[in-house]
Structure formats: C-alpha cells, structure tokens
C-alpha cells in the first residue's frame, strides 16, 4: 500500500517526485497495480488485492492519492475490477480521455469544456492495466473502440501507454520545488492543457502531446 503522488509531493523537489515509478513496476511479471480515483474504487482495489493474494498467492500493488478527491460517477467495486469503465458515458465519441487516480478528476472537467463546445467525449477510469487486459475482447472493444481517437493522461511517464491511446499527456523530465498544486499545474495537469492536448488528438497528432517540458520555463 502505497501513494503515488508524483509532481503533487511538491516542496520536496524532483528528487522525491518519482514519475517512473508506476510505469516501472507495470514491467513486473504477475504485479497487477491499481491505482484508485476515488473511494469506490479504492474499495474495489482492496477486494481485489485480498481475494488475488489468498486464491492466488500473488502481489497487488495499490497506489493511492493523497489528493481530496470527488467520487466519481459510475465508479464501483464492480467497475473497479474490469480494470477500466467509463466515467462519463457517450455514443460514438469524437475523443476518448483515459485518466488514473486523480487525473481522471482533471479529464471530466476537461470533458464538461469540450462537451460544451460540440465535441462528443467519453471519459475511463483506468485503475489497473493489468485487470483491463484480463477483460474480454468484446468487452476491451467496446470500451476503447480502434476507430475513435484516444488520450491518456497521467501525472507520470509516458511510456506504456501506446497500447492503449494514440496520444498522452504526461511527464517525461525531472519535477520541481513548489507547492504540490503549482506543480501540477504548470507541468500540464490542467483542465486547459488536456484541452488543448484533446483538440491536437482530434486533429489526427499522436504520440506525447505534453512531456511537461513547459514546467521547466
């Protein structure tokens, strides 16, 4: 049990801002790691963990915000162990968001903007990769259909993420010294640079769309 915290550790400098960790230990064979938006899922993610290590005997890795984070809609311990479910449901997308832990909280705000201005956006909630890819392929089909274009965001690196979005937003360089709040923000965690990132995705770019390398100006 662990949090992950990122660039939000804030004051403690890049030297405590781990934004390899995640994407490192998703390298482990037979690791599943959840990392949880909100309550319901940080209950699913306990089930999860228990019932694996004692039918199993394997490890869970659970990696919590620290951050006040809303409930989000949808969000259950059922959904939880699909691994991913949509938080904010559409028909035929433009654009899919696909946020973990309290990013997802930045993608709906995002949404509700773009939403507003015409575009058709589902927002996932993807908690465990892992738990995702055990899903059926009806299942993995309908959630993330190939045809719509997909974007992850994610307060970490980018690597890993191609499997499952053609875009990302994340962070690829070394945080800084400031308050957890500013850090976020100015590395690209916002509701206006997802928004931008989204409007590039729908554009036909791909690939890293924010490494937060505007942080560092």
């Given amino acids: 049990v662990t949090t992950h915290d990122s660039i939000a550790v804030g004051e403690d400098g890049p030297t405590h801002q781990p934004i390899e960790t995640i994407p490192s230990l998703r390298l482990i064979p037979d690791l599943t790691v959840i990392r949880p938006a909100d309550g319901n899922e940080t209950a699913g993610a306990y089930k ?59 993608c709906m705000d995002a949404a509700k903007d773009l939403e507003s201005s015409g575009k058709k956006v589902r927002v996932v909630s ?22 719509v274009k997909k974007m992850s965001v994610e307060a970490a690196c980018t690597s890993g993420w191609g499997e499952f979005a053609d875009a990302f937003v994340g962070i690829d360089v070394f945080g800084a010294s ?35 390398s505007q942080g560092k100006h």
């Fill in 126 to 147: 993807m908690p465990s990769q892992e738990m995702f890819r055990e899903q059926s392929a009806d299942y993995k089909d309908a959630l993330l259909p190939k045809s």
């Fill in 48 to 106: 999860y963990a228990v019932e694996r290590s004692k039918n199993d005997s394997r490890p869970t890795f659970l990696a919590f915000s620290r951050q006040a984070l809303p409930n989000l809609p949808n969000s259950s311990i059922e959904n939880t162990l699909k691994g991913a479910y949509a938080v904010i449901e559409c028909a035929e997308p433009d654009i899919i968001l696909i946020g973990t832990g309290s990013e997802v909280s930045v």
């Fill in 178 to 212: 400031a308050p957890g709040g500013t850090c976020m923000d100015k590395f690209g965690f916002n509701k206006a640079n997802v928004i931008s990132c989204a409007e590039k995705c729908m554009a036909g770019e791909t690939g890293v769309l924010s490494n937060g």
